[in-house]
């Protein structure tokens, strides 16, 4: 496509939910990265893609998230027993084969736990 | 202490005069820097990015690196209204990843 989409483009959970964002990068872009961002800081890496296989999950907070993407296009972040502390915004962006010329990133997710 | 360090502002700048921003960085093997604008409620767009120490300019932006004091800012000419934004300093670590500041708020009074 012509940019990063990602859907939903909000979504209202409840604590102890389970819930999945979606991110469709730029055609082509074979790296794809998902950050969280919460309000007044900046983008906070979690996990980043080189085709189908995570090259580096380093940033995920725990072991109740986890992203998927199976067939190196679209991905999926995936957060069990939400948290309210879980409550940002998430943000996915692609890159061409290296990350020289920067990142696009999609307009994120707000998501938010009640 | 941070990877990617900014003044977190509010910069209040004049219409027409020159925005100045810092960013430092504390990873000796970073080779690509990147600036980001956001404005409120919407994802970081790419303005800049730089790899070789000097300037460099791009319409009224101009991006300047200094590797041996692990150095780059983002200076905004003839600043208007619609620079006000908040401007995200992005450094590629040695993993391959930016690492994020927390960003400058920027305003630019008529």
Redesign the interface.
Do not use: C, N, R, T
């Given at each position: 496509g012509a940019g990063v989409s990602q859907t939903p483009s909000n979504k209202v959970t409840e604590k102890g939910k389970y819930v999945e964002l979606r991110c469709d990068p730029i055609s082509g872009h074979t790296a794809l990265y998902w950050y969280r961002q919460s309000l007044g800081q900046g983008p906070e890496f979690l996990i980043y893609f080189q085709g189908t296989g995570a090259a580096d999950d380093s940033g995920l907070p725990n072991d109740r998230f986890f992203a998927v993407r199976p067939e190196g296009s679209v991905s999926t972040l995936k957060i069990q027993r939400t948290e309210r502390g879980d409550s940002a915004v998430y943000l996915c962006a692609s890159s061409s084969p290296t990350v020289n010329y920067g990142y696009t990133f999609g307009s994120g997710t707000r998501l938010t736990v009640v | 202490q941070k990877e990617?360090e900014q003044n977190?502002g509010p910069l209040s700048v004049p219409e027409g005069a020159i925005a100045s921003l810092n960013c430092t960085y504390s990873d000796r093997g970073s080779q690509?820097f990147?600036w980001?604008r956001q404005y409120s409620g919407?994802?970081?767009?790419?303005i800049m990015?730089i790899?070789s120490n000097g300037d460099k300019e791009d319409g009224r932006f101009t991006a300047q690196l200094n590797k041996a004091s692990q150095y780059v800012s983002l200076l905004i000419r003839d600043s208007q209204p619609s620079d006000s934004a908040t401007y995200?300093c992005?450094v590629?670590d040695s993993?391959?990843?930016?690492?994020?500041?927390?960003?400058t708020q920027v305003v630019v009074t008529p």
């Open positions: - | 990617v977190s690509s990147f980001y919407k994802s970081p767009e790419l990015f790899y995200l992005a590629e993993w391959g990843k930016l690492q994020f500041g927390a960003g």
